[in-house]
């Protein structure tokens, strides 16, 4: 099956400071990646969904200049958290739309704790 | 009312045991339904994807969705104990959607 990975597995800053997570598709081209967010013990909720050179479209309730997504190629895309604070903590996970088979293949996930 | 619901369990059965996975949806717009598994800490994997109502088997797992009840389900036979994960329900409207909508998730384990 087609693999993504994410950069890093986990990461803790103090409040104020922005944090970059990278999700690269390695052995497909996904013409559209996915940014979901998880709380413990439950499910993941979609935060937006970009295409590559285009900009992200935000599901309501989701704050655009806060979570910042750039999809820059069709093997990267990156979700940055600025000015993160402590309810920003949480485990981010993105996902890739495999060009021609129509499933989403998951990366492994970002645990971000903020302090 | 949440448009998917899964029981989030936990749910524990011994090793060999049938296991019956549920979720209830409310959208009768969804036509593709999909169940992932995922353990700690890691992302989902897909396990099982059917379009509209119907079985499908995989090995051990076999999806069942009855589109009129609104209501699918994944059976795990022969449980064993590296099944123990959490188990999300997901639906979309169309092939390739642009959204998922998950269930809770259910945490099951498996002991030996």
């Known amino acids: 099956g087609a693999v993504v990975s994410q950069h890093p597995s986990r990461v803790i800053c103090k409040s104020g400071t922005s944090v970059k997570i990278e999700c690269r598709s390695l052995d497909f081209q996904a013409t559209t990646m996915f940014w979901y967010r998880q709380f413990p013990k439950q499910s993941l909720m979609l935060m937006a969904t970009s295409n590559e050179g285009s900009k992200a479209t935000y599901e309501q309730g989701v704050e655009k200049d806060k979570f910042l997504i750039n999809h820059a190629s069709l093997t990267l895309s990156t979700l940055t958290v600025t000015s993160a604070h402590p309810e920003d903590s949480s485990f981010y996970i993105c996902?890739?739309?495999?060009?021609?088979?129509?499933?989403?293949?998951f990366g492994p996930g970002t645990r971000l704790t903020v302090t | 009312q949440k448009e998917v619901e899964q029981d989030p369990g936990p749910l524990s059965v011994p090793e060999g045991a049938i296991v019956s996975l549920n979720c209830t949806y409310s959208n009768s717009a969804f036509q593709y339904f999909m169940w992932y598994r995922q353990y700690s800490r890691k992302g989902p994997e897909l396990l099982m994807y059917?379009?509209?109502?119907g079985n499908k088997e995989d090995g051990r797992f076999t999806a069942q969705v009855d589109k009129s009840s609104k209501y699918i389900s994944l059976f795990i036979r022969d449980s064993q104990p590296s099944d123990s994960a959490t188990y999300l329900c997901?639906?979309?409207?169309?092939?390739?959607?642009?959204?998922?909508?998950f269930g809770q998730g259910t945490r099951l384990t498996i002991n030996p």
């Open positions: 996902s890739g739309l495999n060009r021609g088979l129509y499933e989403q293949y």
């Open positions: 059917t379009y509209s109502s």
């Open positions: 997901a639906m979309s409207w169309y092939q390739g959607a642009q959204k998922l909508v």
